[in-house]
């Protein structure tokens, strides 16, 4: 299998995709699925997955939420987000397992998060969040090559 970028990428996206989910679910108060829904109708994912380095290590988390939310980041949520010490939350991990996910397994974005959505993704934190993040991957893509959809 070919992967989507070079790992040397791999911690770039998986960080930036961390602090988009976490300041998209906690800072703007938004839902689990429309956090997804905003992320999947961006051009972020595209951009990631078809190796852009601009999408891969040249934005922030912020940055990357800007654009997915462009109307709902404004400064002052920026602002106060920027100033508080920053502690990693189930909602960061949700983004590293859904980006290592992605270079893993080549697999588009829309196409994990329709059959493993991000709330089940956040449902797993208490459980996995410990285990080594490939034991995530191989859960999500058992139910990914279970799908029906995906066989056909």
């Known amino acids: 299998m070919i992967l989507p970028y070079d ?11 961390g602090f988009f989910f976490q ?3 906690n800072e703007l108060n938004l839902s689990a699925s429309q956090v997804q829904k905003g992320f999947l109708s961006s051009e972020i994912p595209e951009q990631i997955q078809m190796g852009n380095p601009d999408y891969l290590c040249g934005k922030s988390g912020y940055e ?18 920027l100033a508080e010490p920053f502690y990693p939350q189930a909602e960061y991990w949700s983004g590293t397992v859904i980006a290592y996910c992605q270079w893993k397994t080549g697999k588009a974005f829309s196409e994990i998060l329709e059959l493993y959505p991000l709330e089940r993704i956040l449902s ?16 999500i893509d058992a139910v990914l090559k279970d799908s029906p959809a995906v066989q056909n």
């Open 23 to 25: 300041i998209s679910l």
């Open 64 to 81: 990357l939420a800007l654009i997915a939310f462009p109307n709902l980041l404004t400064d002052s949520i920026l602002e106060k987000a």
């Open 124 to 139: 797993n934190y208490h459980l996995l969040h410990e285990a080594d993040i490939t034991k995530v991957v191989e859960q």
């Open 7 to 17: 790992e040397m990428y791999l911690a770039s996206v998986q960080e930036n995709l």
